[in-house]
């Protein structure tokens, strides 16, 4: 029996010469039964089934594996050429053989587990959840990141301070007034992964009860109950969320998505706002401002932050969730002066959060104006993907009334009464993934339910637009009768 470890290549590394450091080691065994191509093909199987070579992986040249086993190049070449025809592999010319797609591990406790229900395939995804993942700028942001490491002192890459890196609290500082109307200096700013954390920090620090939109998030409302602070609604009319209703909660905090409020869409009337204010100066009360989707408004100049009227009384977070990507996971808080010492002491005493280079390409790229580009360009391209969604259910579906369509990447779709469930499961059998309204709806809120469907327009790539709006209008309900 021969073992040996040979180096696999990651994808974009091959041609890896043997006993170069590139790729991965992996553990084959060649038993010492039949011919040497049986036994590699043995063993290549049993790596793929178990799970430890996984699709996509690009294996070494038939040289560098023939060198490393010592064996033949043509033994090699025989046994891939076999398992690209068995569906184990699959070989491109110019990249090399790779394990195929859909050479699924096998994990034998899945034979005896009983079977989830299986999912229906998404082929449009409509979730409110992400930004165009294709329109990130890579080219701009490795330029950004190169730059950005290569001028880093070395401190940087030491353990991190809490409130994150100067050089992008010192950016935000100028970006956020200049953009959002925020007040505030670099001092007052601590970086975090983004809402989530940032309502994870606060959440112990915060006076319960917290006052929430009777329609939001529900993963927001559960993040903060989890941390012993529970929530009560606020009624969310077309004007925002009724403030004056503020006082008879007991509530200590606030929180709001004043800009473009989260799902229903619309601005905090500008009375609203400035009652918020009012509230928190009279009763010692906070603002929690969820600004997670502002610079992204079509119809007339993003509406600023309310911080802007009083930074002692409001906690402005904002993250890179919509604007770039929700998966680098950076945000960042503007705290009142007084609050900045507690949320530290909360984060604890090094940053394990967001990672240095993420925080000084980003602060490069505002600084060098890549950040306002790729957003003017954005907002450009979802306007027009909110256009064609409204001029397509116009024209198709002329009874739904879409709403919330001034800002952000989501719009929701009005439906006739009781008409939700029916709507998502016609939607899952189009393969659509949206949302109804329901789950956003606060539990213990007074107002009607209604019934909608959240359509986040801005994550299927240009090319699949078309086709997931054409599914959406085979979902939705008929016209009333007599309605026709
Ligand atoms: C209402 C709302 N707030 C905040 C966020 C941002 O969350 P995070 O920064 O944790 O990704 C989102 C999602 O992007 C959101 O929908």
């Not at 009334?401 to 001034?406: D, I, L, N, Q, T």
Request: glycine share 10%; hydrophobic share 40%.
């Amino acid at each position: 029996m021969s073992e040996t470890w040979v180096n696999v290549s990651e994808p974009g590394t091959a041609g890896a010469e043997p006993g170069q450091a590139a790729g991965t080691d992996l553990h084959l065994e060649l038993s010492g039964e039949g011919s040497l191509r049986g036994q590699l093909m043995h063993a290549l199987r049993d790596a793929i089934r178990s799970g430890r070579l996984t699709p996509g992986t690009r294996l070494p040249p038939y040289r560098s594996l023939a060198h490393d086993l010592g064996i033949a190049r043509n033994t090699v070449a025989d046994a891939y050429a076999e398992l690209v025809e068995e569906g184990w592999l699959f070989a491109r010319q110019g990249s090399g053989t790779q394990v195929a797609q859909r050479a699924t591990p096998f994990h034998p406790h899945q034979a005896r587990r009983p079977q989830r229900p299986t999912r229906r395939r998404v082929l449009h995804d409509l979730m409110p959840s992400s930004p165009d993942a294709a329109a990130f700028p890579r080219a701009a942001w490795l330029t950004s990141a190169r730059r950005a490491v290569a001028a880093a002192p070395n401190d940087a890459f030491g353990v991190g301070d809490p409130r994150g890196r100067e050089e992008l609290r010192e950016t935000l500082a100028e970006y956020l007034a200049r953009a959002r109307g925020v007040r505030t200096d670099p001092g007052r700013i601590v970086l975090c992964s983004g809402f989530a954390h940032a309502l994870r920090l606060l959440g112990g620090l915060l006076k319960g009860p917290v006052a929430v939109e009777s329609y939001g998030l529900d993963f927001h409302r559960s993040l903060l109950e989890s941390e012993g602070m529970p929530t009560v609604p606020l009624t969310v009319d077309a004007l925002g969320a009724r403030i004056d209703e503020l006082p008879g909660t007991g509530a200590g905090a606030v929180l709001l998505t004043p800009a473009h409020q989260f799902p229903t869409g619309g601005p905090l009337h500008p009375e609203r706002r400035t009652a918020v204010i009012d509230w928190a100066r009279s009763s010692g009360g906070l603002l929690v401002e969820d600004d997670y989707d502002g610079e992204f408004r079509y119809d007339r100049q993003p509406v600023g932050a309310v911080q802007g009227l009083d930074p002692d009384r409001v906690v402005y977070i904002g993250s890179i969730s919509k604007s770039l990507s929700p998966a680098l996971r950076l945000g960042w808080m503007v705290l009142p002066g007084w609050l900045v010492d507690d949320v530290l002491a909360a984060k604890g005493p090094r940053e394990m959060w967001s990672g240095v280079v993420d925080q000084l390409t980003l602060a490069d790229f505002i600084a060098c104006g890549a950040y306002d580009r790729h957003l003017r360009r954005m907002r450009q391209h979802y306007r027009r993907r909110r256009d064609l969604l409204a001029s397509t259910l116009a024209e198709r579906a002329p009874h739904i009334r879409v709403s919330g369509v001034a800002a952000g990447l989501h719009a929701v779709l009005e439906l006739p009464e009781n008409t939700e469930e029916a709507a998502l499961r016609a939607a899952r059998r189009q393969g659509l993934a949206l949302d109804g309204l329901r789950p956003y709806r606060h539990p213990d809120s007074t107002m009607p339910p209604r019934d909608g469907l959240v359509i986040g327009y801005g994550t299927p790539p240009d090319h699949a637009f078309a086709a997931a709006l054409d599914a959406l209008c085979l979902a939705l309900p008929d016209a009333p009768q007599g309605n026709r």
